[in-house]
């Protein structure tokens, strides 16, 4: 029986891999789809490499500065790091791309989730930046998104200085990270969402939201009809229907929209595939720019976490996406001048 579920385990284990590497041609339907120039990426004797190590080792060359502070209140959530080519500093202006954590609102940390992805965009040439912020329940809603467009403000006004581009800043994130990247790309420059900085510029280049929540109020969206009295005890406040509303994305999707690329896994646990389709179907609908979808199977929550077929192909698609943002960015600078 040992050796039978062995081999069961095996088999399992074989079909998930495989899965992986197919993925690729779901992110590449996902940006040709957008409009997107695909180019060819291969598989790398360092992709071979990442994938057998599974955990993320930082690249040669790259380096991580440490706790750079984004507030002047001294409070240790109000901390960021950043990952970038050793030595880079400005006027290199090379990409941003600023991540925020998952976690449910209440856990998790900057140096626990979206490494692979970060390194692997330092490695290339990005400046990446990775933020803590406030949590639940000592923090109540919408404290962590204030956090996030507090980070998102510091690093347009800083990050010049550690050879990153403050007009080419993407954001993203996973889980509760997702929602609040979606949030923060589509409240820019909002006044009502930046109590003592209304000033401040907040606008992205584009957004990454992974597996994320960006539906409060439909049940279905949310993944687990336990999960609403649990927000409402521990991250918004008694009665918080109106937040609920305020806080979804898929409420705030107008034409000023950013481009977007959505990832998803068809079999996430946590949180259905069902709220993807329906915040993409709604970008879709409104958004002028371009929204790009890959909805992956046999995919669960919080797949990029370390590497394997799946992250490769994601960080792949992920370079391919933002330097397409760029090359758009740079020809209408072009034109403009």
Not at 80 to 88: H, M, S
Not at 95 to 118: N, S, T
Not at 240 to 257: G, L, T
């Amino acid at each position: 029986m040992g050796l039978a579920l062995a081999a069961i385990a095996c088999a399992g284990l074989v079909a998930q891999f495989a899965s992986g590497l197919r993925s690729r041609r779901y992110f590449e339907s996902a940006l040709v789809e957008a409009g997107q120039v695909v180019p060819r990426w291969d598989w790398s004797p360092q992709d071979s490499r990442r994938v057998v190590l599974a955990l993320p080792i930082r690249p040669r060359g790259v380096e991580r500065l440490r706790n750079i502070a984004y507030a002047d209140d001294a409070v240790h959530a109000h901390r960021l790091d950043i990952y970038r080519k050793a030595g880079l500093e400005g006027p290199v202006a090379a990409p941003v791309l600023l991540y925020f954590h998952g976690g449910a609102w209440v856990m998790g940390d900057k140096r626990e989730q979206g490494i692979p992805m970060l390194e692997h965009l330092a490695e290339r040439g990005f400046v990446c930046v990775t933020a803590n912020y406030a949590l639940s329940p000592k923090a109540r809603w919408p404290r962590h998104v204030l956090d996030c467009k507090l980070a998102l403000a510091w690093v347009k006004k800083h990050i010049a200085e550690y050879g990153g581009d403050p007009s080419l800043v993407f954001v993203s994130g996973g889980s509760a990270g997702g929602h609040l990247a979606a949030l923060v790309a589509l409240t820019a420059n909002d006044p009502a969402w930046q109590p003592g900085f209304e000033d401040e510029d907040t606008t992205v280049a584009a957004c990454i939201p992974l597996y994320g929540v960006y539906d409060f109020v439909d049940p279905e969206k949310i993944g687990n009809a336990n999960l609403t009295p649990i927000l409402e005890r521990r991250v918004f406040e008694q009665g918080a229907a109106e937040a609920f509303a305020a806080a979804s994305p898929i409420s705030r999707v107008s034409e000023s929209a950013p481009p977007f690329l959505v990832v998803h896994g068809r079999n996430d646990v946590l949180v259905p595939v069902q709220s993807a389709r329906a915040f993409v179907a709604a970008l879709r609908a409104r958004s002028t720019q371009p929204v790009s979808y890959a909805e992956l199977p046999l995919t669960q929550h919080g797949f990029d976490n370390f590497w394997s077929p799946r992250t490769v192909h994601f960080v792949h698609a992920l370079e391919c996406f933002t330097a397409g943002i760029v090359a758009t960015r740079t020809a209408q600078r072009e034109v403009g001048r």
